[in-house]
């Protein structure tokens, strides 16, 4: 009853420790991304936070290592996306479908997160940018394999299904810079005109589409679900 018990506490008191740190990590990122992170101090993060500069000390040792922890969130959760799509038990071009979907949902939920990694890697230690790299290249290779084997089905035509991980790694990335909640294009136009360029790129049987039906998405990741047709305002 006690071992139970001094789990259960224990447990408790690790679910608000995360939850402290995703909240100083999040406003965090925020003003990393509004100012820079040489111009953002703990101060002023503690500020937002309406908390003392100590509190912070508690969850994080200093600065760098509360952004080298935003710098990897994206990339984590992009990851997981991707694990999550690769071993669904579906053809390569659902799956394929399923992860353009779910990376794209981690993308706009964590815009901030890849923009701020895009910006600031070079204020990183050297050992800290190989571990995200590391990371980066897991996601290239998941991906790759998808590929090596939609090829080897004949659902695809890859050539170099590595070269053409990174390319598409690369355009779905690229959306995190210039997209805006408030821009011209839907978060569906923006799915479906990245799975009509991916197309291009794989040449599949049959060109890829968002997957309407939400229980072909992986678990954690159901993107379809909250990509919506809404439009924001019309870019300036």
Known sequence: MNNAATKTDLDLKSEVSDFKRRRIREEACDLFYEMGYESTTLDAIAQRLKVTKPYLYKHYAN???????????????????????????????????????????????????????????????????????DQRKLFD????????????????????????????????????LWYSPDGKRSKLEILTHTLEMISKVVTPKTPLHPLNNRSQQPAQYSGVASISAKRGKADE
């Open 141 to 176: 290779h998941q991906l790759a394999e998808l590929l090596r084997e939609g090829d080897q089905a004949g659902e695809f035509q890859v050539s170099d299904p590595l070269l053409t991980a990174n390319t598409i790694g690369g355009v779905v990335t690229w959306i995190a």
């Open 63 to 133: 600065k760098r290592e509360l952004l080298y922890d935003i710098c990897r969130t994206g990339i984590a959760r992009s990851l997981e996306a991707v694990t999550a799509s690769c071993f669904q038990g579906r053809s390569c071009s659902e799956k394929l479908q399923g992860l353009a979907e779910s990376v794209l949902e981690v993308i706009f939920e964590h815009q901030k997160f890849i923009v701020v990694y895009t910006r600031e890697e070079k204020n990183l230690q050297p050992d800290e940018v190989r571990a995200i790299r």
